[in-house]
């Protein structure tokens, strides 16, 4: 699995290639946006850590400039307003780490980031519930037949729900069935990414009940 680490800062960049090393990930290093793009040009990485406040174009911009080739993002910032959260998950970013972070949370996640994009094995088979049509391992999600582009967190919500019918979810266990671990801090992550899946639904967006107090419930009449 190969790494690009996008990081002006170099003693953080160095220090996320040795655990990345030490992990069995290949990386390559860059400081700024443009040479990490001038790169994807010649190779295409398994996932991209990606600073926000780079010289020159910045993360968000570069994020928008790379979305359509699906290169899973995770971006490292110091920003953690609630604001940049939302707008690197409305980009496409599969996750948003704030600075300074464990080293520990940082590759299970990449981890859990990399496990949710990984193709399923065997035939492919299709999930429908309601105006929602779900094809797994082509991972292409229909809303009354219109295709929806979704992230791949997104597509991992949606199908947990559309695989378990009415069973309403704690935030605590998305974080784990979907995120693939036990999440340090709190479930905002939860919340943003319902959000933003919610949008892509349309009018059918008010299919995923807020439960107070407990979590989401996927409910269609």
């Known amino acids: 699995m190969k790494v ?6 170099k003693a953080i960049a160095n220090l996320i290639k040795i655990n990345l090393h030490l992990e069995g990930f290949e ?7 443009e040479s990490g ?3 994807m ?3 295409r990485p398994d996932l991209i850590l990606l600073d926000i406040m780079l010289p020159g174009i910045s993360g968000f ?4 400039r790379i979305k359509e080739r ?11 307003l609630l604001q940049d959260r939302l707008l690197g998950l409305e980009l496409g970013g599969d996750d948003y ?27 492919d088979h299709e999930l429908k519930r309601g105006q929602f049509r779900l094809a797994v391992n082509q991972r292409f999600f229909y809303v009354e037949d219109k295709r929806v582009e979704l992230t791949p967190t997104e597509f991992e919500l949606i199908r947990l729900f559309m695989e378990n019918g009415q069973r309403v979810f704690t935030r605590e266990e998305l974080l784990d069935l979907v995120w693939g671990f036990e999440y340090y801090g709190d479930t905002r992550t939860v919340d943003m990414h319902i959000q933003r899946l919610r949008k892509k639904l349309g009018k059918y967006k008010e299919s995923i009940k807020t439960i107070y107090g407990i979590g989401y419930q996927l409910d269609i009449e």
């Not at 690009?4 to 800062?9: R, T, V």
């Not at 911009?61 to 928008?64: G, K, N, R, T, V």
């Not at 464990?102 to 990399?114: G, K, Y």
């Open 4 to 9: 690009f680490i996008i990081e002006d800062d």
């Open 27 to 33: 990386t390559a290093v860059f400081s700024d946006a």
């Open 37 to 39: 793009l001038k790169m």
């Open 41 to 43: 040009e010649k190779e």
């Open 61 to 64: 911009e570069l994020q928008s």
């Open 70 to 80: 699906k290169i899973p993002v995770i971006f490292l910032t110091a920003r953690t």
């Open 97 to 123: 780490i704030t600075k300074p972070f464990d080293n520990r949370e940082l590759i299970l996640r990449i981890r859990a980031v990399l496990r949710r994009v990984s193709s399923s094995n065997g035939p």
